[in-house]
């Protein structure tokens, strides 16, 4: 309340200096303000983001705007709001998950992007989107940088607020501090920690937490968001993962070994064969089902991935876009005719270098695979073109394994001519595979998992996680801990509370407020790390909204002081720029900054009004 006080003082003296031409909020010349009417906005967000709104609410008003606010409960009634259209900007974030430049910017600035709620239609976003992805890493950092010019300095597609640091806070006293790892794009890995007492594996439940009581879905191609990403990551294994530095690790992946040929357009995967996939039986219990998860699940998953037709509510096509071919690899001989790209050794000679057992033959049936015979399975990719990013996709908890056999039995009903009839698919009330209110409701054999861990149960309160017994058994990255618990908690200083009154074993995600607290605490072991995420709003621009035109989105932009988020949230938050301002500047120490400038906001703010007289 102090901050908030202090705060909101502050922002008065400065608009006053202002408006007596004794300062511009920006450092530069001042100017005399121009007359204009009060203008009327309206601010969507989710509840937990009162601060912000709070914060928002008190730039926008010194800078000649009269704030509407339209408070939700969660991710799901923020997004029925959106969809009626009746709001102006809406807080969101954006965390870059597969660590690299294309998916920062393609799902929520491309024309054809699944999140690109504003909407953003611009030729010049489009082409330089596309361009930067047909280019290598050291190539695309001009283009991405005029992006980031085109999309905030041109159009102000987005108003940036701040990036916020990964800040993840462990009880000590029950978690080894030796296991813990903070990753810089992906969530925390729970099969990764573990217990000081090992003897708690068996009996007790390790505990998280998250904000959303309702997931948007349990099928890792229907959905791309916070309620269903830590469900999805631990359901579901991948061919490749993220490592702490966003480089490419194996670990805790269906993959021994990987090759991108020369060209960067072909990629091969050499998968496991100790996978299976796991259920819940009808006594609640999770079980090995003898299935496992092979070349033609991956096939299946990577080719459903990529087709928008797939399945109904498609949320992440535009991640797989470049997936032109997936298949089964039966020719030996091609692995030696390819180099690798990075090597120049063959593409078999870097596959056999992950594995101790001879590459002797590939097979194509899932039941005829034997690594100890030598008998593998490689999984070969052909992009539309160059790619390289494309790991970064894969990483993704879309790009999840299935099972075939699983998810086209249960979506039979629904399918015609081998294809998901999603004209006839009335999505209020059929249920499909990865139906979240199905599972709540008893559904639980629905899902069948590839991944580390299995969804068991779920209720109002939480979410309970069982080890998979199929998954890698024996193996060092496999989950020590037999149970997860998943805690559902709305409010972010509720979850703090819970996490200090021994409720909570892993907060992985603490406000910025709480930090310094948890630190103070000899029980808690906090670490922090700048993260690829941004908080923003992005702003209404559909047909008949007044947002369309580029002078108001602007007057809103340069209302906004970063400083204050910063200041509010006691350092642990960057200044930022744009969505990919984290990979080109290094946060806040980088060589863009969004100054707050209230003559200029003023000036827009004039012109907009001005037009609507001609």
Known sequence: MKKLLALTLSLVMAFSLVACGGGNGGGKENTELLPVEPETIKILAQSNREAEVNILRDQLGKAGFIIEVDMQPDYASVSAARDKGDYDICISGWSTGTGNLDYAVRGILHSTGDYNYSPVIDEEVDRLIDLGASQTQQQAVQTYLDLETRIIDEMAYMIPI????SVVAYNKNVVDVNSLKVYKSSGPLWWEYRYNDESLNATRPLVFTQNNAIMSTLDPVQGNDASMGSASSVNYVKLVALDVDDSFRLEGTASHAFSIAEGNSEFYFLLRDDIFFGTNDANGNVINTGVRAGGEDVVYSLERASNKDSVPSHKTFTLHNHLAKIEVLTDLDELSAKLDSDTGATVLETLQNGISNKIEALVAKDDDVDNAAGKYQVVKITTTEPFPQVLNFLCHSSAGIVCKEQVEKYNAKYMKDGKFDLANFDISKDVAYGDFAAFKNGDTGMLWCSGPLVMNKVDDYGATFVKNPGFKAGQEDTAAIETYYLKFIMDPAAAASAFRA????????VDANMVATLQADDNFEVRIKDANSTYYCYVNMREGSKFQNVDLRKAVLYSINQQDFVDYKDGMV????????????????????LEQDLVKANQHLYNYQQSLKK
Do not use: M
Request: glycine share 12%; charged share 25%.
């Open 162 to 165: 701040y990036s916020p640091k």
């Open 502 to 509: 021994g409720e909570i074993d892993v907060l992985s995600s």
């Open 574 to 593: 960057n200044k930022v720029y744009s969505v990919v301002d984290t990979f080109l500047h290094g946060g806040e120490d980088g060589p863009r900054v």
